[in-house]
């Protein structure tokens, strides 16, 4: 008997059960990059090639061979087009095959006469439904938004003909011959396998166009914040900033002019504050003002609106983008003229919203045959998100004008920290988190954020900034900015550190440098990635044992070399455990007498409090090290977030 299957097993089967086996494999590996389960699909389809494979080799039936390709065929093809669902255009060509497969199954268990009407002429029933997907990808092309859609389009023409080939070759030979087993049967290994290939250079064309995106973002942001903070420190300084905004949002969109436009509250308008470019009217002009370039620019320039009135006035009082990517007969934007300069092609327009208060709008065009794409318009949602803050930071600017040079300086950079605390921290089934931040004197340079990346996944964010006021502000402004563009992504926390030190490295002051601590947490399961860019190393309490492990990971901090390379470690949190990030000011906090505070210190009113939830215990280990302070006055800012695991 072993002998026997020893004597299969040589020669072209088992090549072919290796195949196999490295495409389940390939496959399942895949399926961390498929969010339609797809790849799932294939790998078990290409665990039944495997099983039929061995079961011939011991029991050969030619109609049962060419019964199970049909059936192999159209799996393949069913699940090449299951993201699309496609329905009853699926099922009319297959129902043929289904009852070829029928006819075979029987022929092949003996219910029917062998040869009747002949297994390799029901075998070319195949063909039907391979030769009506050769054509499908001809009717949604449109439709590839997803890896898996376009997978299925790109692999259509090849798989289908693939298949009518490999079906094709079955009926003329003889499924025994060397020719159909070792030539013809791998053909079908090859086109699965195919799959492979395309589906990964799908997955790095849109991890590149990512990468891409996020680095084009990053730097329209940066020009953002640069050309805006540069204003600040002019005499005009509100002017200059929405001067300075509204030309960063031009260039950055590609557009050919914009306008700037902030609301007044208390007469319920909204005013252009800024014109840049050439900006073709979206809204009707009046009947009575001349045709002229000089003249129509000057009217634009001191347009006003009442709140809701024309599309620039309701994006200023609904907070509604408006997305026009290329004009058209059912184009909101009016006919002003036959002149070209008075035809605009393509419109943006996003509200400048700061803390639930819409302050104005921006809007940028394209004239005449000109378009925008989703890029552009996402790339002004996003500027007009960040620029609301510099404009609303203007304000402040001109509140404090009166006031000296360091109380201002103090006030602004209080704003700019007011929008770095989390308004609330997120809540998820199977963690608790609580947090605490108390600013040494002046403006906290110290900065913790919660932002949840998926349903069950959460980034906490802890982190400071060398120096005080504005400055560090700024810096942490950046770091903010950039953590919130990029957690989308699928990248580790490492990668998530690398990309934030890129961001910020040469952009900022050698002195004005910053450590931070990222810590990626799945609430479902438990495991967690953390990274540290040179802060303190993350203080972890077991509750099976009490015991307490300070998680050290040596590293540079961010801003300092731009190729710097981050590690990160993987922890898995049971119910009851406790991790806390921190900074500094906590473990270095000073008593009268000069003592430290130390991790000793935080690790035993850690221990003390580990029955209570994490709100309760940030709250507990403030009151401990206020405690130990007494009357001494800190000297550096104290920020401490805990997330507590519970049950799920």
């Not at 020893?6 to 399926?31: D, E, Q, S």
């Not at 059912?330 to 070209?340: F, I, K, R, T």
């Not at 709250?619 to 206020?626: F, N, V």
Request: glycine share 10%.
């Amino acid at each position: 008997m072993l002998d026997s299957i020893i004597n299969v097993l040589r020669g072209p089967l088992l090549a072919k059960l290796a195949l196999a086996v490295l495409l389940v494999v390939t496959f399942l590996f895949l399926r961390k990059k498929d969010t339609e389960g797809s790849m799932s699909g294939y790998a078990v389809m290409a665990g039944l090639l495997a099983l039929r494979e061995f079961a011939f080799a011991f029991f050969p039936n030619p109609a049962l061979f060419d019964a199970t390709d049909l059936a192999l065929a159209c799996g393949l093809l069913f699940l090449s087009f299951r993201p699309f669902r496609l329905g009853w255009a699926f099922w009319v060509p297959v129902s043929v095959d289904a009852a070829a497969f029928a006819l075979l199954a029987l022929e092949g268990l003996g219910a029917l006469q062998a040869g009747f009407p002949g297994h390799q002429t029901l075998r070319l029933a195949g063909l039907l439904p391979a030769a009506a997907f050769v054509f499908v990808p001809f009717f949604l092309r449109s439709q590839a938004d997803t890896p898996a859609r376009n997978l299925s389009l790109r692999s259509a023409f090849p798989l289908a003909l693939g298949l009518a080939l490999y079906i094709a070759a079955g009926s003329l030979l003889d499924i025994d011959g060397a020719l159909f087993s070792i030539l013809v049967s791998t053909l079908l290994y090859g086109l699965v396998f195919s799959l492979v290939l395309i589906f990964v250079d799908i997955v790095q064309g849109e991890l590149i166009s990512a990468v891409d995106y996020y680095e084009e973002s990053v730097d329209s942001l940066y020009d953002l914040l640069l050309s805006t903070g540069t204003a600040m420190r002019s005499e005009s300084f509100l002017q200059d900033v929405v001067d300075n905004m509204l030309r960063t949002v031009v260039e950055r969109c590609g557009a050919d002019g914009g306008v700037l436009l902030l609301s007044d509250e208390f007469d319920e308008t909204v005013s252009v504050r800024s014109l840049y470019g050439s900006y073709p009217p979206p809204f009707k002009l009046p009947e009575t003002l001349p045709k002229e370039q000089e003249r129509v620019e000057s009217f634009v320039r001191h347009a006003r609106f009442k709140l809701g009135e024309g599309i620039l006035g309701e994006v200023s009082r609904t907070g509604k983008h408006v997305f026009v990517p290329q004009a058209g007969p059912d184009s909101p934007l009016p006919d002003n003229g036959d002149e070209a300069w008075l035809k605009a092609g393509a419109f943006i327009a996003s509200p400048l919203i700061v803390r639930d208060r819409i302050i104005g709008a921006v809007s940028v065009v394209k004239g005449g045959a000109g378009s925008f794409t989703e890029r552009d318009f996402d790339r002004c949602k996003l500027l007009a998100n960040f620029g609301s803050i510099a404009v609303a930071n203007s304000f402040s600017f001109l509140e404090a004008a009166e006031r000296s040079d360091i109380e201002r300086e103090a006030d602004i950079a209080a704003e700019v920290q007011a929008t770095l605390i989390p308004k609330e921290l997120p809540g998820l089934r199977g963690l608790e988190i609580g947090a605490f931040t108390t600013p040494a004197y002046g403006v906290c340079s110290d900065y913790y954020d919660a932002i949840q990346t998926k349903a069950e996944k959460v980034l906490l964010v802890v982190g400071e900034a060398a120096g005080k006021g504005v400055a560090a502000g700024v810096v942490l402004v950046m770091i903010r900015a950039i953590l919130h563009l990029i957690t989308a992504s699928t990248k580790d926390t490492a990668t998530l550190l690398q990309w934030v030190n890129r961001g910020i490295t040469g952009k900022v002051d050698s002195d004005h440098y910053a450590s931070l601590c990222l810590a990626s947490i799945d609430s479902r399961s438990g495991q967690a990635e953390i990274a540290s860019a040179g802060h303190q190393s993350a203080l972890l309490l077991r509750a099976s044992d009490g015991s307490l492990e300070a998680l050290d990971a040596a590293s540079v901090p961010l801003g300092v070399a731009r190729g710097t390379a981050y590690g990160q470690s993987s922890i898995g949190l049971s119910e009851g455990d406790v991790l806390v990030l921190y900074t500094d000011g906590i473990v270095e906090a000073m008593n009268a007498q000069g003592r430290q505070y130390g991790l000793k210190g935080l690790g035993s009113a850690v221990q003390r409090a580990k029955g209570l939830g994490a709100e309760g215990l940030a709250e507990r280990i403030k009151e401990d090290l206020d405690q130990f302070a007494g009357l001494a006055r800190p000297h550096d800012d104290r920020t401490i977030l805990v997330i507590k695991r519970t049950r799920a």
